[in-house]
Structure formats: structure tokens, C-alpha cells
């Protein structure tokens, strides 16, 4: 092929490898594969968009409207209970006394309630780890009598077998000597 046959045909993609990738005519003069890389630009367009990318103006509208009308409220909500504070009547006054004296109470009785939670636990805690001690305690213990019976009936069987080879070398000298 002429060069300016295979550069039409380049240009308009008709050279390409068997997996189809468009080659491209170099200085030299000869036909390269043309590296693709990956790109978004080079994706397919998918049929169907992703759920992460289905997000609109009007829902990201909506999403900021609440959040702003919730910040609204916590502060209209603060405002209202300072004024009742700083200019409330003696009766409001009175009761919002009583209410923090509640909510200390409150606070005291779950601050109680944790600490004899953490009481009953570190109490069950130790009480396994003593149990877990007493046991391997136990078990050592068991190990050791054990392994001292066994070292008796070594020692048994050992001065039996010992008894035996000396009254076995008695009768045998006492045979050479009456044999001699």
C-alpha cells in the first residue's frame, strides 16, 4: 500500500489488529498499534445511569432547604428558652429551677446506675479470673500428685528389680560356691 492509501485508511480507522485496535502511521514509515489508554472518554455510554450519580439540583435543593430549616428551628428553640430564662415570669422561673434540679437528679442516678454496671462487671470479671486460677491451681496440683505416684511406682518397681538382681547374683554365687 502507498503511504497516502494507508494514511485515508488510518485516519479513518479502517487499519486495525484482530482485537480491533486502530493502528496509526508512524515517522518511520511503518504501521504501529496505537496504544489506548484508559480514559473515561474512551468508556462505553452505559444504558443506565448509576444510583451514585442520580442525585439532581432539585433533591440537592431540597436536602440543603432542610437542613437550613432544621438549624432554623434548634435556634429559634434556643432563643426561646433564654427569653423564658432572662425574662420569664417568677412561676416560669421556678420551674426551670425545678427542671435542672431533675435533670442533676437525673444525671446523678444514671452516673450511679453506670458505675454499679462497671462494678458488676469488673466484680464478674474477677470472679472468672479467680475461678480460672482456682482451676489451673487444681490442675497443677493433680499433675504434680500424679507425676509423684509415678515416681513412687518407678521407684517401687526399681528397688523390686533390684532386690530381684540381688537375690538372683546370691543364688548364683551360692551355686558357684557349692559347685566349687
Not at 2 to 16: D, H, M
Not at 61 to 84: D, F, G, K, M, N
Not at 93 to 107: D, G, M, W
Request: with cysteine; hydrophobic share 35%; net charge positive.
Amino acid at each position: 500500500l502507498s503511504t497516502s492509501v494507508c494514511t485515508n485508511l488510518i485516519a479513518k480507522g479502517a487499519i486495525r489488529d484482530r482485537r480491533g485496535v486502530p493502528h496509526r502511521w508512524t515517522s518511520s514509515g511503518c504501521i504501529a498499534m496505537l496504544k489506548v489508554r484508559q480514559s473515561i472518554i474512551n468508556r462505553p455510554i452505559r444504558p443506565v445511569a448509576s444510583r451514585a450519580t442520580q442525585e439532581s439540583i432539585d433533591s440537592e435543593y431540597a436536602l440543603e432547604t432542610s437542613r437550613a430549616e432544621s438549624r432554623r428551628q434548634r435556634r429559634q428553640a434556643l432563643i426561646r428558652e433564654r427569653q423564658r430564662c432572662l425574662f420569664g415570669t417568677p412561676e416560669e422561673k421556678a420551674q426551670i429551677a425545678h427542671e435542672v434540679k431533675t435533670n442533676q437528679e437525673e444525671l446523678e442516678r444514671a452516673k450511679e446506675a453506670i458505675a454499679r454496671d462497671e462494678e458488676r462487671r469488673d466484680a464478674w470479671v474477677m470472679e472468672g479470673a479467680r475461678r480460672r486460677e482456682e482451676m489451673v491451681n487444681a490442675m497443677a496440683m493433680n499433675d504434680n500428685a500424679a507425676r509423684r505416684r509415678y515416681l513412687q511406682m518407678l521407684r517401687d518397681d526399681n528397688r523390686k528389680a533390684w532386690d530381684r538382681q540381688r537375690l538372683y547374683a546370691s543364688q548364683c554365687l551360692t551355686r558357684l560356691g557349692s559347685a566349687g
